[in-house]
C-alpha cells in the first residue's frame, strides 16, 4: 500500500505565504508525476501545480507566479510554497502522486488539507 502524508496547511492573511509538503511512503518502485490540487465546496477539483520525475512544472493559470511546487525524490516528497496568496486560494488542498508498479502507475491522492485565507 501507499500513503501520502500532507502538512502545513492554515490560516493566513491576504498576502501572506504558506507551505504545503507531501511525503509518500509504502510500497513503490518509481514515482511519475506528482502534484497539488484543489477544491472548494460546490466546485470541481482542480490543477494547482505538477511537477515530473524530471523537475519540469506546470502551474495552473489561477496561481501561476505565485506558487512554487518542488520535489525531493529521495524524500519522495513533493512541496508547493504558496505566496501572495489571496482570498480566492482558500481550498481543500489535495496531494496527488502517480506511483509505478511493474510497468503500470497507479493514482494515490491525500486526505487533502484545510487553507483559509483571510482579508
Known amino acids: 500500500q501507499v500513503q501520502l502524508v500532507e502538512s502545513g496547511g492554515g490560516l493566513v492573511q491576504s498576502g501572506g505565504s504558506l507551505r504545503l509538503s507531501c511525503a509518500a511512503s509504502?510500497?513503490?518502485?518509481?514515482?511519475?508525476?506528482m502534484g497539488w490540487y484543489r477544491q472548494t465546496p460546490g466546485k470541481q477539483r482542480e490543477l494547482v501545480a505538477v511537477?515530473?520525475?524530471?523537475?519540469?512544472?506546470s502551474y495552473g493559470d489561477s496561481v501561476k507566479g505565485r506558487f512554487t511546487i518542488s520535489r525531493d525524490n529521495a524524500k519522495n516528497t513533493v512541496t508547493l510554497q504558496m505566496m501572495n496568496m489571496q482570498l480566492e486560494d482558500t481550498a481543500v488542498y489535495y496531494c496527488?502522486?502517480?506511483?509505478?508498479?511493474?510497468?503500470?502507475?497507479?493514482?494515490?491522492w491525500g486526505q487533502g488539507t484545510q487553507v483559509t485565507v483571510s482579508s
Open positions: 496527488k502522486v502517480l506511483v509505478r508498479k511493474s510497468n503500470t502507475f497507479f493514482q494515490y
Open positions: 509504502g510500497s513503490i518502485f518509481s514515482i511519475g508525476d
Open positions: 511537477i515530473t520525475d524530471e523537475s519540469t512544472t
